[in-house]
T-cell receptor
C-alpha cells in the first residue's frame, strides 16, 4: 500500500521569502501525485498534479512541484511567498493497491505554513 | 469554488444520535468520495461511489453508511454517534472511477456533544 510523508509539521517563512515544502511517498511504481491547500475553515483546493511527462509541474497561485523518482519525492515550491499563502498544505498519492484493488488517494499529515509580515 | 457542494456546513448533535450529510458532485462527475478529517487521524478515506454503486471502501465504521442516488448526489449517514466522531467530513468528486483528480467540497463540521 502507498504512504505519504510530509516531514515538516509547521514551517514559518517571511513574506517575500522562497518556500519549499517536502513530500516523500512510498509506492512500487510511479503514482499520481497531488498537492492540495486548505485555508482555515475551508475545503481542499487542488494546487497542482503530476501524472506523467515533464517532472516539473506548474500549478495555480505561482506554485510548482518537482517529481524526483530517485528520491521518491514531490516537493512543492514557490519563489516568493505572499501573506495569503498561509494555510495547510497536503501532499497526496493516488495509486492502485495490490492484487488489483481499487484506486485510492492517500494524504500526508499536512504542513502548516505561517507567513510573517 | 470547486463545484462540489455539501450541506449542512455545521452540525451539532448529541451522542447516540444519527445524522445525514449531503453532497452534490460537480456537474458531469460520476464518482463521489467521502473523507473524514480529524486532528489525530488526519484525512482518512471512507468510501467511494461510482454511478450509484459502491466502488471502494476505506476506514469506514460499521455505524456509518453511504449511498449515491440516481441524480448522483450522495448522502453519508452516521449513526450511534460518539464523541470521537466529531470531525470535518469532506466529499470529493471526479469524472471517472479511478486515476482521476478529485475535487473537494467545503466540508461539514460535525460536533458531537
Amino acid at each position: 500500500a502507498q504512504s505519504v510523508t510530509q516531514p515538516d509539521i509547521h514551517i514559518t517563512v517571511s513574506e517575500g521569502a522562497s518556500l519549499e515544502l517536502r513530500c516523500n511517498y512510498s509506492y512500487g511504481a510511479t503514482p499520481y501525485l497531488f498537492w492540495y491547500v486548505q485555508s482555515p475553515g475551508q475545503g481542499l483546493q487542488l494546487l497542482l498534479k503530476y501524472f506523467s511527462g515533464d517532472t516539473l509541474v506548474q500549478g495555480i497561485k505561482g506554485f510548482e512541484a518537482e517529481f524526483k523518482r530517485s528520491q521518491s519525492s514531490f516537493n512543492l515550491r514557490k519563489p516568493s511567498v505572499h501573506w495569503s499563502d498561509a494555510a495547510e498544505y497536503f501532499c497526496a498519492v493516488g495509486a492502485y493497491g495490490g492484487g488489483g484493488s481499487n484506486y485510492k488517494l492517500t494524504f500526508g499529515k499536512g504542513t502548516l505554513l505561517t507567513v510573517n509580515p | 469554488d470547486s463545484g462540489v457542494t455539501q450541506t449542512p456546513k455545521h452540525l451539532i448533535t448529541a451522542t447516540g444520535q444519527r445524522v445525514t450529510l449531503r453532497c452534490s458532485p460537480r456537474s458531469g462527475d460520476l464518482s463521489v468520495y467521502w473523507y473524514q478529517q480529524s486532528l489525530d487521524q488526519g484525512l482518512q478515506f471512507l468510501i467511494q461511489y461510482y454511478n450509484g454503486e459502491e466502488r471502494a471502501k476505506g476506514n469506514i465504521l460499521e455505524r456509518f453508511s453511504a449511498q449515491q442516488f440516481p441524480d448522483l448526489h450522495s448522502e453519508l449517514n452516521l449513526s450511534s454517534l460518539e464523541l470521537g466522531d466529531s470531525a470535518l467530513y469532506f466529499c470529493a468528486s471526479s469524472v471517472a472511477d479511478s486515476g482521476e483528480t478529485q475535487y473537494f467540497g467545503p466540508g461539514t463540521r460535525l460536533l458531537v456533544l
